[in-house]
DNA sequence: CTAAAAGCCTGTACGC
DNA sequence: TGCGTACAGGCTTTTA
């Protein structure tokens, strides 16, 4: 799911709900998810209090005076809350919850259809601060909350075969772009998304950073992208998807030059783009 | 019946 | 040698 945009979205919704307020319950289902909270883990987070709410890429991070608490969205992953026992009880009856947080005055969920997201908690002996995090993470600079300059990524890439898209999708390069905002970008940029990152002048790196910027910004103000599951914390969907140009349009006429759009498999996801208008490398 | 969907990890092969 | 990358496959449920 959930790329930058739909955590960052619900990063804000919950920290200002969660912040100061104590764990009292922790409860995880039997299926198995890609990662999940050992026993221990859930005794080590009882009673403590959550002091913020942030992010890291595509990871939620609660924090907690000696730990890190993560949640991943995977592909289908929602984050739910109730705020009294009707509700607590409405959630745990459907299907796909998987992990529950019970605080001083509000519960929360994480409801996963597919399940290939997962919950982690990282202690403070292994990373103690959100930058050691970050490296143990593996996650590269965040294109809303890091530098994220041209010049620099110009000159990274100047050996660099790999292709654009593939370049943007990886999260050891760059934090939180998954395959709608990447499709998007590139569009927006005028990049074929195949063009090897050597071949990029930084005219084209210019334009791609503003457009990943551009777009990743104004999709957190719309509430992010919801193609079936995603919805914020209080069950409100995500607008982006009316401002996609791309993503989803096999086949649609080109907004720019009224040709129909191609779509192709890269790195095994389908990425729509107009071979007209995206050729300005 | 098959394909595709917001993500990412693993194993293997290969090239610099 | 070792690192980065390419590619296939896997994980899973639901919907078209
Ligand atoms: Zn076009």
């Known amino acids: 799911m959930p790329e930058l945009p739909e955590v960052e979205v619900i990063k804000k919704s919950l920290n200002h709900r969660l912040k100061k ?11 198995r998810m890609r990662s999940q909270l050992t026993a221990q883990d ?21 924090q907690l005076p000696d730990s890190f ?21 409405k959630i745990q009856s459907t299907k796909h919850v998987h992990f529950l947080l019970g605080l001083s005055s509000i519960y929360i969920f994480l409801h996963d259809q597919r399940r290939f997201g ?16 970050k490296k143990i993470l593996n ?8 530098l994220f300059r041209p010049r620099d990524f110009f000159k990274k890439t100047a050996r660099v075969k790999r292709n654009i898209k ?15 905002y990447a499709t998007e970008s590139l569009f927006r940029a005028g990049v074929n998304p195949e063009t090897p990152t050597n071949k990029l002048s930084l005219a084209a790196w210019s334009r791609i950073i503003g457009c ?14 919801t193609l079936r599951d995603f919805t914020d914390p209080t069950g409100k969907r995500g607008d982006f998807t009316t401002n996609h140009l791309v993503y989803g349009k096999k086949n649609f006429n080109c907004v720019v030059c009224n040709a129909r759009l191609d779509a192709k498999l890269i790195n095994q996801r389908t990425t729509v783009f107009c071979k007209f208008c995206q050729k300005r490398n």
């Not at 307020?21 to 299926?31: A, D, H, L, Y």
């Not at 997962?118 to 995090?133: F, H, P, Q, T, Y």
């Not at 593939?166 to 709608?180: E, T």
């Not at 910027?213 to 999709?219: E, G, N, R």
């Open 118 to 133: 997962g919950v982690r908690l990282v202690r403070k002996s292994e990373a103690d601060s959100i930058v050691s995090l």
């Open 42 to 62: 859930q005794e080590l987070v009882k009673g403590k209090m959550i002091e913020k709410v942030s992010r890291i890429g595509k990871f939620l991070v609660i």
């Open 69 to 89: 608490l993560l949640l991943h969205f995977g592909m289908s992953g929602r984050l739910l809350i109730a705020k009294n026992n009707e509700e607590i009880k």
């Open 166 to 180: 593939s370049y943007l999708m990886d999260g050891s390069k760059i934090a939180g772009v998954g395959n709608i």
């Open 212 to 225: 990943i910027q551009f777009v990743l910004t104004i999709a957190i103000k719309q509430g992010g992208s």
């Open 139 to 146: 996650i590269g600079v965040d294109p809303i909350e890091d």
């Open 21 to 31: 307020q104590f764990i009292t319950n922790v409860w995880t289902s039997k299926f």
